[in-house]
């Protein structure tokens, strides 16, 4: 059910429907789709879609296909218009929007192939410009776009409409900008396989559509907000839909959170002053102002609008104290609760001790590089740590491990008088492979299992180096991820029983998940949906455990906890983050290179590094006490 917030026109200049989920939002979205489509089929009419591509739209599609299987929604009137195309490129390539297209939605509806139109990847270069203009006459030759479905890159484009594209651009061949390169890389293993070209509809022929829903789900907050409520500009091209007379937003709770009335809501009207409120309210303030807490006064409340808040609590000087223990109250060097010791205020509780922990990792890195500094302090601390590996990871392994290891084993074999042949004719039939391998060709089923048995290998050895006994890391290859592609499947039913499995034979007192719904690749998502319902479904089952087990979220390599949501903080020391990077570099298979970086072509040690500092560091400029970097948590209440 969509969040009952009113728009402040003053703020949203363009209407944003908030959902709690992304799955919520697109089955919102592949109804108003399916309502344009009855409405003009009742008329005899045929209707013109604009359609998007990417990760975004995909469970829009798989809703839309639901409806045509299970409700008899035809698309036989239904004329479609992609918005790009990658250039130059195959339409049978994997990565083509051809493909995508086809994949999740073409393939699976009734749609009449003569009505599908997407642009030319393949094109003559020479040919592009009359190419261009030919769409573009087909386009208006069909009625004009109806409904336009658009997606937005982080740095705003939509379509490939980079920043800087003119609001009168119409279809054109345009170069893609380094950051959307990258935060396509997914897609190609690395950024040097993704085209530095597109051929896209332009601005002006988007805004030429009767009506426009843009969705945005996860990490896109930053730029959904600049876009809604930011100042109409070509340096943000999704700002430029303010222009149009019927444009919707439908975004998720996670895009929401940089919106006025999501992270500054007494500025849009009433706000009840709960706690969490009064500490997001204050924080805010005290960063605003590069002031401490404790120095806030009375005229910096009245003059950022918050008088209101000062008008319930009288004092602010009261305020500031109320804040400040609710921040130092967070940091604890004990992740597992301090033993025989009775702290109140404390983020954990001090029995049992031990606890046995269990600290569920998406990727066979994502525990030392998220939560590492935690991770050593309770196995050091005395707790029964477990780590469940959720997932495989060989997709982001690249080739030339392969071989290597490979080369590694036939040495080794020949090096102790071992029986080598076997070695020797995987090594060959990989290296045939490797050799003659196309960009968008899947890995055989021999090299998944290596690419898979490399990281299992640096996740174990991690392990050790922490100290954990052998016995305490689990492997649980997920079938979701198991395609042998970029893309996955669903959350299924086996990978919910699995994981329930592992709950149950545990037991744990402590549970630790990465809590990412702002993960752009979507693996972080699935697994962590997989751990909330197998709680769910052990709670409902009346399992005794369950009661005395808590849930921590830790955040993974792409962002942190906003400072104002951490109710755990473990502090590190110089010599702590030191060992955390040595355990970090121990994943050889992630390093210098990392596979679907996305956007950011920093390690992920040094992204780790430089999030667990600048958490340090906020606390720091808000009184609290410096240290080198800090490990945040989040407590998840079923």
Same mark, same amino acid.
């Given at each position: 059910?969509?969040?009952?917030?009113?728009?402040?026109?003053?703020?949203?200049?363009?209407?944003?429907?908030?959902?709690p989920t992304a799955l919520e939002?697109?089955?919102?979205?592949?109804?108003?789709?399916?309502?344009?489509?009855?409405?003009?089929?009742?008329?005899?009419?045929?209707?013109?879609?604009?359609?998007?591509?990417?990760?975004?739209?995909?469970?829009?599609?798989?809703?839309?296909?639901?409806?045509?299987?299970?409700?008899?929604?035809?698309?036989?009137?239904?004329?479609?218009?992609?918005?790009?195309?990658?250039?130059?490129?195959?339409?049978?390539?994997?990565?083509?929007?051809?493909?995508?297209?086809?994949?999740?939605?073409?393939?699976?509806?009734?749609?009449?192939?003569?009505?599908?139109?997407?642009?030319?990847?393949?094109?003559?270069?020479?040919?592009?410009?009359?190419?261009?203009?030919?769409?573009?006459?087909?386009?208006e030759a069909a009625g004009g776009?109806?409904?336009?479905?658009?997606?937005?890159?982080?740095?705003?484009?939509?379509?490939?409409?980079?920043?800087?594209?003119?609001?009168?651009?119409?279809?054109?061949?345009?170069?893609?900008?380094?950051?959307?390169?990258?935060?396509?890389?997914?897609?190609?293993?690395?950024?040097?396989?993704?085209?530095?070209?597109?051929?896209?509809?332009?601005?002006?022929?988007?805004?030429?559509?009767?009506?426009?829903?843009?969705?945005?789900?996860?990490?896109?907050?930053?730029?959904?907000?600049?876009?809604?409520?930011?100042?109409?500009?070509?340096?943000?091209?999704?700002?430029?839909?303010?222009?149009?007379?019927?444009?919707?937003?439908?975004?998720?709770?996670?895009?929401?959170?940089?919106?006025?009335?999501?992270?500054?809501? !007494?500025?849009?009207?009433?706000?009840?002053?709960?706690?969490?409120?009064?500490?997001?309210?204050?924080?805010?303030?005290?960063?605003?102002?590069?002031?401490?807490?404790?120095?806030?006064?009375?005229?910096?409340?009245?003059?950022?609008?918050?008088?209101?808040?000062?008008?319930?609590?009288?004092?602010?000087?009261?305020?500031?104290?109320?804040?400040?223990?609710?921040?130092?109250?967070?940091?604890?060097? !004990?992740?597992?609760?301090?033993?025989?010791?009775?702290?109140?205020?404390?983020?954990?509780?001090?029995?049992?001790?031990?606890?046995?922990?269990?600290?569920?990792?998406?990727?066979?890195?994502?525990?030392?590089?998220?939560?590492?500094?935690?991770?050593?302090?309770?196995?050091?601390?005395?707790?029964?740590?477990?780590?469940?590996?959720?997932?495989?990871?060989?997709?982001a392994v690249t080739d030339e491990?392969?071989?290597?290891?490979?080369?590694?084993?036939?040495?080794?074999?020949?090096?102790?008088?071992?029986?080598?042949?076997?070695?020797?004719?995987?090594?060959?039939?990989?290296?045939?492979?490797?050799?003659?391998?196309?960009?968008?060709?899947?890995?055989?089923?021999?090299?998944?299992?290596?690419?898979?048995?490399?990281?299992?290998?640096?996740?174990?050895?991690?392990?050790?180096?922490?100290?954990?006994?052998?016995?305490?890391?689990?492997?649980?290859?997920?079938?979701?991820?198991?395609?042998?592609?970029?893309?996955?499947?669903?959350?299924?039913?086996?990978?919910?029983?699995?994981?329930?499995?592992?709950?149950?034979?545990?037991?744990?007192?402590?549970?630790?998940?990465?809590?990412?719904?702002?993960?752009?690749?979507?693996?972080?998502?699935?697994?962590?949906?997989?751990?909330?319902?197998?709680?769910?479904?052990?709670?409902?089952?009346?399992?005794?455990?369950?009661?005395?087990?808590?849930?921590?979220?830790?955040?993974?390599?792409?962002?942190?906890?906003?400072?104002?949501?951490?109710?755990?903080?473990?502090?590190?020391?110089?010599?702590?983050?030191?060992?955390?990077?040595?355990?970090?570099?121990?994943?050889?298979?992630?390093?210098?290179?990392?596979?679907?970086?996305?956007?950011?072509?920093?390690?992920? !040690?040094?992204?780790?590094?430089?999030?667990?500092?600048?958490?340090?560091?906020?606390?720091?400029?808000?009184?609290?006490?410096?240290?080198?970097?800090?490990?945040?948590?989040?407590?998840?209440?079923?």
């Amino acid at each position: 059910m969509q969040n009952k917030l009113n728009m402040v026109d003053s703020f949203e200049k363009i209407e944003v429907k908030i959902y709690p989920t992304a799955l919520e939002g697109s089955i919102y979205a592949a109804q108003q789709i399916a309502n344009l489509i009855k409405q003009k089929a009742s008329k005899g009419e045929m209707v013109v879609l604009g359609m998007a591509t990417g990760s975004t739209p995909i469970k829009m599609y798989a809703e839309l296909v639901r409806m045509h299987r299970e409700e008899g929604l035809s698309f036989k009137n239904v004329i479609t218009f992609n918005l790009d195309e990658y250039y130059p490129i195959d339409k049978d390539a994997y990565q083509s929007y051809w493909s995508f297209m086809h994949r999740n939605l073409f393939n699976h509806i009734d749609i009449d192939p003569k009505n599908i139109h997407l642009p030319n990847g393949n094109a003559p270069k020479a040919e592009m410009k009359n190419y261009c203009a030919s769409y573009e006459q087909a386009i208006e030759a069909a009625g004009g776009i109806d409904l336009q479905i658009l997606g937005i890159g982080q740095n705003g484009h939509i379509g490939f409409n980079e920043p800087g594209s003119s609001i009168l651009s119409k279809t054109r061949l345009v170069n893609l900008e380094n950051s959307t390169r990258l935060a396509n890389s997914y897609e190609f293993e690395t950024i040097t396989k993704v085209p530095r070209l597109a051929v896209t509809m332009g601005i002006s022929s988007i805004l030429k559509a009767k009506k426009i829903i843009l969705l945005a789900w996860g990490n896109k907050a930053s730029i959904v907000a600049k876009s809604v409520e930011g100042n109409v500009t070509e340096s943000i091209p999704a700002s430029i839909l303010q222009q149009h007379n019927d444009c919707t937003f439908i975004i998720d709770q996670a895009a929401s959170t940089e919106l006025t009335r999501i992270k500054s809501p !007494w500025l849009t009207g009433d706000c009840v002053w709960t706690d969490a409120m009064i500490k997001r309210a204050v924080v805010n303030l005290a960063l605003k102002l590069n002031k401490s807490v404790l120095s806030l006064t009375s005229l910096d409340y009245t003059e950022n609008g918050l008088s209101d808040l000062l008008v319930e609590q009288d004092d602010a000087y009261e305020i500031n104290l109320q804040v400040f223990y609710m921040l130092r109250d967070t940091i604890t060097g !004990w992740p597992g609760g301090k033993p025989n010791a009775v702290i109140p205020a404390h983020p954990e509780r001090s029995e049992p001790h031990p606890k046995r922990c269990l600290i569920f990792s998406p990727h066979p890195d994502d525990d030392i590089i998220s939560m590492g500094g935690t991770f050593m302090r309770l196995h050091d601390q005395g707790h029964e740590v477990h780590v469940a590996y959720q997932t495989s990871g060989n997709i982001a392994v690249t080739d030339e491990f392969v071989t290597r290891f490979i080369d590694f084993a036939v040495g080794f074999e020949e090096m102790f008088g071992m029986d080598n042949s076997k070695s020797i004719e995987q090594l060959s039939s990989a290296e045939q492979f490797i050799s003659s391998k196309k960009k968008d060709q899947m890995d055989t089923r021999e090299i998944r299992a290596v690419k898979g048995l490399i990281r299992r290998g640096e996740a174990k050895a991690t392990c050790r180096y922490v100290g954990l006994p052998e016995g305490r890391w689990h492997f649980m290859n997920m079938p979701f991820y198991e395609t042998g592609t970029i893309e996955k499947k669903p959350l299924g039913e086996e990978d919910i029983l699995i994981t329930m499995e592992l709950l149950r034979k545990l037991k744990p007192h402590q549970v630790y998940c990465a809590g990412d719904l702002a993960d752009p690749h979507g693996t972080h998502r699935v697994c962590l949906e997989a751990v909330f319902e197998a709680l769910r479904r052990i709670k409902a089952a009346g399992d005794d455990w369950i009661k005395d087990c808590w849930v921590w979220l830790y955040k993974g390599a792409w962002q942190e906890w906003d400072i104002a949501e951490i109710e755990m903080a473990i502090p590190m020391s110089p010599d702590q983050v030191k060992k955390k990077r040595f355990g970090i570099f121990i994943h050889q298979s992630q390093k210098d290179m990392v596979p679907f970086q996305g956007a950011d072509n920093r390690e992920f !040690w040094q992204r780790a590094e430089d999030r667990n500092a600048n958490t340090a560091n906020l606390y720091a400029a808000l009184g609290m006490t410096k240290y080198a970097a800090m490990e945040a948590f989040v407590r998840w209440h079923y």
